[in-house]
Nanobody, 116 residues
Framework: QVQVVESGGGLVQPGESLRLSCATSGTIFSMYVLGWYRQAQGQQRDLVASITNDGTTNYKDSVKGRFTISRDNAKNTVYLQMNSLKPEDTAVYYC??????????WGQGTQVTVSS
């Protein structure tokens, strides 16, 4: 059984940082493309950042230079370091695992709120 568990969300002030973690089990983690998505209230869920199994990264334009995605295959964990947070980054952040020919997996989400 695959488990995907996000953590690290919270309430911060503009300009502060958070690091999200996504711990997984039950899969061959190193074979998956990993992504962080976010969904603000009343909005669609959008891709924020992704990292392939060879370490290639991709970012939403609005987070480039502020967010960094990384993976630790030994720990079956993917991270999202978020710096210089802005109120518009407020959303529920979801971890996603995808691999061609296999089901995709989602976590339950972690709330990030940026407010003064």
């Amino acid at each position: 059984q695959v488990q995907v568990v996000e953590s690290g969300g919270g309430l911060v002030q503009p300009g502060e940082s958070l690091r999200l973690s996504c711990a997984t089990s039950g899969t061959i983690f190193s074979m998956y493309v990993l992504g962080w998505y976010r969904q603000a209230q009343g909005q669609q869920r959008d891709l924020v950042a992704s990292i392939t199994n060879d370490g290639t990264t991709n970012y939403k334009d609005s987070v480039k230079g502020r967010f960094t995605i990384s993976r630790d295959n030994a720990k079956n964990t993917v991270y999202l370091q978020m710096n210089s947070l802005k109120p518009e980054d407020t959303a529920v952040y979801y971890c996603n695992l995808r691999r061609s020919g296999f089901p995709a997996y989602w976590g339950q989400g972690t709330q990030v709120t940026v407010s003064s």
